[in-house]
């Protein structure tokens, strides 16, 4: 199980992208930690995006670890596949899930990291003692379904609390974030706790996407210093 990064990863999240031209998509953030795809059912979330046939050719496209962010019903059956055809990092919805933990051991069985999300008003306390048996939690600052929405702060407790837990040697997972994220919005996240920051549109919707991705790490390791600094860490 990872203990938590040492440095900011980014990973880029495809749908802000251009689903024609995934591959070269993928080539333009080549300085990314992983690559972040969004699976949407149009049930467990109101829009249809793309599955698994996407992300067996997007594995053969590329390099970067494929970050499957699963929105969709019945995870229990379907997550492992996404395990089998190379996802690095398979995460999928405690409120979809009717055995996360089985889930979450045939994932990992299955040669993938295992990753449990929560929706904004999700509450993260419930599932503490659960999240030892995952490699990632996903804190969602958005309400799931559609990119280019507005980061929503008050998720930032439940980042707080799980920092606390995995300072404490409580949980080994990396803490990620998803919505919202920007050069405006990722110091305050980066303060909180998060190790892994999904952005979308601030890299994609760029001039430069491998730019952004670099930008994007400069700011969350400031914010990363700042909160180590504050609890005399440096």
């Known amino acids: 199980m990872p203990a938590s990064a040492p440095e900011p990863m980014i990973a880029p999240s495809i749908l802000s992208a251009d689903f024609a031209h995934l591959g070269a998509a993928a080539d333009a953030v080549s300085r990314a930690d992983w690559l972040h795809v969004d699976v949407m059912d149009n049930h467990f979330v109101p829009n249809l995006t793309l599955g698994l046939p996407v992300v067996r050719s997007l594995r053969q496209a590329t390099d970067l670890p494929l970050d499957c962010h699963l929105m969709i019903d019945d995870p229990d059956r379907w997550a492992v596949g996404y395990a089998e055809v190379g996802a690095a990092n398979v995460t999928f919805h405690v409120e979809a899930a009717a055995d996360p933990v089985g889930t979450a051991r045939a994932i990992r069985s299955a040669g993938a990291f295992a990753g449990l999300a929560v929706k904004p008003g999700t509450p993260l306390a419930p599932y503490l003692d659960v999240l030892k048996e995952f490699d990632t939690l996903l804190v969602m600052s958005v309400e799931p379904g559609f990119g280019g929405q507005t980061f929503m702060a008050e998720v930032l407790p439940k ?15 990396f803490i990620e974030i998803d919505g919202g994220i920007s050069a405006d919005t990722i ?3 980066a303060e909180a706790g998060v190790d892994v920051f999904v952005a979308g549109s601030a890299v994609f919707g760029a001039a430069d996407p491998g730019a952004a ?3 994007l790490r400069e700011l969350a390791r400031d914010g990363m210093a700042r909160s180590a600094h504050a609890a005399g860490r440096l």
């Open 213 to 215: 991705v670099s930008h």
């Open 187 to 189: 110091e305050q996240a």
């Open 159 to 173: 980042v707080r609390l799980a920092r606390q837990h995995v300072n404490a040697g409580h949980l080994r997972l």
